[in-house]
């Protein structure tokens, strides 16, 4: 079966750090791009930060720029999402995926439905 696996989330208080790993299975990050998604209860699922295949193109919505550092490690086959500065808006499930029509990042990339892959997600809670 073809999927990513997510890891990492977790409770943590306002103005911690989690870091989040998304591991490809069945299938390489070599030639798609990853998105990081997430649903907090009673909303629809978002995206917030994507990475190109090579790793060089990133993007990030302006509710997590400055504060989320996204990357890949093509070798391990993992993409990965650094949240410093957590705040209590940022509790949801994080989700990731890949973008089955797209090698590079940009706005346009977050589109849900241009995903695939997708894992169970992982929890985060943020308390204030």
């Known amino acids: 079966e073809v999927h990513v696996v997510e890891s990492g989330g977790g409770l943590v208080q306002a103005g911690g750090s989690l870091r989040l790993s998304c591991a490809a299975s069945?299938?390489?990050?070599?030639?798609?791009?990853a998105g990081w998604f997430r649903q907090a209860p009673g909303k629809e699922r978002e995206g917030i930060s994507c990475i190109g295949s090579s790793g060089r193109d990133t993007y990030y919505t302006d509710s997590v720029r400055g504060r989320f550092t996204i990357s890949i490690d093509n070798a391990k086959s993992t993409v990965y999402l650094q949240m410093n500065n957590l705040k209590p808006e940022d509790t949801a499930v994080y989700y990731c995926a890949a973008n089955l029509l797209r090698a590079h990042c940009s706005g346009q990339s977050l589109r849900a439905y241009e995903h695939d892959y997708w894992g169970q997600g992982t929890q985060v809670n943020v308390s204030s």
């Open positions: 069945g299938f390489t990050f070599e030639y798609y791009a």
